[in-house]
């Protein structure tokens, strides 16, 4: 195929793949709007569970729907006993992510029915994965340290219910209202990495559950959703306030990124990371200061002149793993209380690609060998 007239776009940058009314971003101005709807307003206003709502059916829900809605996930948040009893065979030194992503896929098994244009079928899909999710994430990390996973509590709301199943203790009300705050801003991103495979794998018609564990596979990367932890990561290396300014300057030097900075969409703070901060504070002041946020600032504001005129500041991942921490989550559970969230987003993508699909078949242009004879095996 004659491909000299193609243009390659790596990475896809500024190509549109489809077209899409669920989340809008000004990435010069640092607006992030879902179905219209500011983020900081939601984040004010609303909870994880309407704004899931709102972002898979596309209006808010009325008084009467948002309470079927938290009691139909209510209901759907316990585990078969199969798929705990598979988690236990999963190796305890495994990574978090790895466990999602086989037990999400494994729901497949248990809701074989592929009925994706029966409305009943996508409820209860949807239903699913927002109350399973939570669950399997909090059961891998007691089953890791030996313990039995614990039972939802139907007295809790959705996020004090996942701190309790993850902690083993009922949290302060401010940690679950922080926690769900967190839920709210990392639901829904357009096109990233992870919501694009979840597009990809729902153009193939392949169930909710297959379309959501791709998306679990796709944000583990340390460039996506995995960079929360390499952040903490890299705080803890810095150490001090005073180490700051001569890492940043090794960095650019030797051409290491700084974790949770930059990001392909915004060229200014990202609207989510000022929220975080702001989040962060709340907890400090009400739970006693972290030191590694003192590393944090100065690492700002020491990067800010260095890397600023090049659009590149702090994204979502630079302050959520300290929020993370100071609710005394473990670090490589980060990424998996991402998907916890982002789960909403990619829920209403792949609605939204069935409404009107037609399956990713992209081009490439071949660079490799031109057509040659086979050389028999003695011969080569
Ligand atoms: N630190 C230092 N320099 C950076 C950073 C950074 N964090 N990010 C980008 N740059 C520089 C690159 O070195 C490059 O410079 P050059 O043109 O002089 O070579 C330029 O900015 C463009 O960088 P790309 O990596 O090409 O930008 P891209 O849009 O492809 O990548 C990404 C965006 C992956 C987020 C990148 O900024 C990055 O790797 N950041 C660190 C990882 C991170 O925080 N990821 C989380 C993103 S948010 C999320 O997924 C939830």
Redesign the pocket.
Known sequence: MDTSKLILKP?L?GIPVTQSSICDIDGQKGHLLYRGYQIEELAQKSSFLETAFLLIWGELPTTSELRNFEAEVQMHRRLSFRVRDMMKCFPASGHPMDALQSSAASLGLFYSRRAIDDPKYVYNAVIRLIAKIPTMIAAFQLIRKGHDPIQPRDDLSYSSNFLYMLTEKEQDPLAAKVFDKCLIL?AE?SL??STFSARVTASTLTDPYAVVASAVGT?AG???????E??IAMLDEIKLPENAKSFIKD??LT??????????EYKVK?PRAMILQQLAEELFDRFGKDEMYEVAKQLEEE?IPL?GA???FP????YSGLVYRKLGIPRDLFTPI?AISRVAGWLAHWREQLGANRIFRPSQIYTGSKPRSWVPLDER
């Open positions: 990475g940058e990392h991103h990233n990495a944000l340390p460039l996506h959703g995995g960079a929360n390499d952040v960095s650019i051409k290491r990124k700084i974790m949770g900075f930059g990001h392909r990202d990067a890397l090049k659009g590149i994204n979502v991942d630079y991402f």
